[in-house]
């Protein structure tokens, strides 16, 4: 049979019905990915993203995560109620300007940006510092000198909006920062990478290290355990699950210290109380007449047995003219010239005098 008589063929009545059976589920089958497709295409949203909420803690804002958080517990563990610090963290404490007090203790939490090649450099964006109840005392973010490549909100929170006019100097908030935390104890976890962004140092005695403590008191295996995992472990609550919040992790940091404060405070010494002895000590040395510095330490300049000093109140006597030298006009050095020294009998001390020839 040729092509062109082939081509002339009417399909048979099976070959009809089967056509028909499948053609509506093929149908169905196109239809069903078409309405797929525009359900996975959504219109762009006319309504403005809202701004995170400062000062409040990502996880208070999801009800999911507090449904199984007891807030109402009567639990008390080291002198501290666990419902009172997990509600210090969750921020769901109401503080009166008068509780923004500095006081002792003060614990920081510093967010960062990217800038340089590809983000890879870190620079300051914000600070966060709250006081011993966690009562805000500075929250504040800083103007960058250079353009912020990646603002790393998945972690930081920080947006482009935040780092604008509103936003202070590093120079300002470094002073402001300083004055705050000078003769002050200074939680924070890791607290030397937030030391470090600021350009600032702080008297070791005066560090209280979250991360440090919990390792060395045995809290955890590891040297550098992450904040979130010991509030999970010592409060029972989940933080930075998702945006990270300057607040909330200084509210968790000072809720830590305070449940260990008795046990981790232990191998500290107080401060004021060793310098006020030092100074009571030094006010007791007795004075010499002829200066201000303490008997006590002078005699160790004085000592009759130093050398090259020489005994006190003792004159040396010597009166002779020494002359050392080549010989002159053929004339060759006196042999065994400390001979002729003056024994003092002349009753003269006199004066050494080095001739040089």
């Known amino acids: 049979m040729s092509a062109a008589s082939s081509s002339n063929v009417l399909p048979s009545s099976n070959w009809l019905k089967l056509k028909k059976a499948i053609q509506p589920t093929r149908n169905k089958k196109r239809q069903n990915s078409q309405q797929n497709n525009r359900k996975s295409v959504s219109p762009p949203s006319t309504s403005k993203v809202s701004i995170f909420p400062r000062g409040t803690s990502v996880t208070s804002l999801r009800r999911g995560t507090l449904e199984h958080v007891d807030l109402d517990t009567t639990e008390i563990k080291n002198g501290e109620s666990i419902a009172s610090l997990r509600k210090m963290v969750l921020g769901m404490n109401s503080y009166q300007p008068s509780e923004a007090v500095t006081g002792k203790y003060l614990a920081i939490d510093c967010e960062m940006v990217g800038i340089g090649l590809e983000g890879s450099e870190s620079s300051l964006a914000r600070v966060s510092i709250v006081n011993f109840k966690g009562a805000v005392v500075l929250d504040a973010f800083v103007r960058q000198r250079e353009r912020v490549v990646d603002y790393r909100t998945k972690w930081s929170g920080v947006r482009r909006a935040d780092l604008g006019e509103e936003a ?5 908030i470094q002073k402001t920062v300083a004055d705050l935390v000078k003769d002050r104890v200074l939680v924070g976890h890791a607290v030397h990478n937030d030391l470090k962004a600021l350009l600032l140092s702080h008297p070791a005695p005066q560090l209280r290290d979250t991360q440090s403590l919990a390792f060395k008191h045995k809290l955890v295996k590891s040297r550098r355990p992450a904040l979130r995992v010991l509030v999970r472990q010592e ?47 030094s006010d007791a040395l007795p004075l010499d007449t002829d200066s201000t510095m303490p008997k006590q330490k002078r005699s160790r300049t004085t000592d009759d047995n130093m050398r090259g000093r020489g005994r006190q109140g003792v004159s040396s006597g ?40």
Do not use: C
């Open 168 to 172: 202070k100097p590093f120079n300002e």
């Open 235 to 281: 409060l029972g609550i989940s933080i930075q699950e998702g945006e990270h919040d300057s607040v909330t992790d200084a509210r968790a940091t000072m809720a830590l210290f305070r449940l260990h404060k008795k046990l981790w405070e232990s191998g500290f010494r107080a401060v004021n109380t060793s310098i006020k002895a030092k100074s009571k000590n």
């Open 318 to 357: 010597l009166s002779t003219v020494v002359r050392r030298g080549k010989a002159v006009n053929g004339t060759k050095p006196k042999e065994r010239w400390w001979a002729t020294l003056s024994d003092g009998s002349s009753g003269s001390k006199g004066t050494l005098r080095l001739s040089m020839m």
